[in-house]
């Protein structure tokens, strides 16, 4: 399927169209130097530390793009590839990969810089799913997504197996 360049619309109950949202749109990028209270004796940052930070970015991306409350629903499991230090400088990109009817996958990706040298290196790449809330506290209805890249819909087409596969391991999980 080919990147779709043009809005696409969502009908709603009450008869009204929906208009979607390009990627971009609520792409959110989140900066927090590491401290101290952040890490462990040996100065590595708690992976507790990383995992709020990217649910944080993630519910912003999510919020930005639906406009309303959004609250984590679950998140794929997560590995950190490198240490993280005192006095680096973390990066934490996210952006939604995918939408259902009231649920959307973000992918984080975060990165850590030594300052003093310039080094960035990936730290982690994690996956979470968020739903939004309407005005009673129920799932409510979302914009589409718009893909304008090539990697944007490569990026939805594999978000929508993922969400496929955490929707079959709930169905086991509850029968
Ligand atoms: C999120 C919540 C509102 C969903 O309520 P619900 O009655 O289970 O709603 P539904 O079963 O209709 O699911 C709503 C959407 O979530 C998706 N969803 C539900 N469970 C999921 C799971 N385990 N994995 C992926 N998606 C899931 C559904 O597929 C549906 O998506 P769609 O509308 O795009 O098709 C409810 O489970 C809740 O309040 N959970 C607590 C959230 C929370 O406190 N998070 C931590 C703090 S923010």
Redesign the pocket.
């Known amino acids: 399927m080919r990147p779709r360049r043009f809005p696409t619309l969502r009908g709603l109950d009450s008869g009204l169209m929906m208009e979607g949202k390009s990627v971009s749109e609520s792409r959110v990028t989140l900066t927090q130097l590491m401290g101290p209270s952040d890490a462990n004796t040996l100065g590595n940052v708690h992976g507790g530390i990383l995992m709020k930070l990217c649910d944080e970015a993630g519910?912003m991306a999510a919020i930005k793009h639906a406009r309303r409350p959004a609250?984590?629903?679950?998140v794929d499991s997560m590995s950190f590839h490198s240490p993280v230090h005192i006095g680096n400088l973390v990066t934490v990109q996210a952006e939604v990969t995918w939408?259902?009817?009231?649920?959307?996958e973000t992918r984080v990706v975060v990165t850590a810089e030594n300052m003093l040298t310039g080094e960035v290196t990936h730290t982690n790449t994690a996956y979470f799913?968020y739903?939004a809330?309407g005005d009673d506290g129920?799932?409510a209805i979302i914009p589409p997504l718009i893909c304008e890249t090539e990697a944007e819909q490569t990026r939805c087409e594999r978000a929508a197996q993922r969400?496929a596969a955490?929707?079959e391991?709930?169905r086991q999980e509850n029968a």
């Open positions: 519910g609250v984590t629903v679950t939408v259902g009817h009231t649920s959307l799913v739903v809330l129920r799932p969400q955490r929707l391991r709930r």
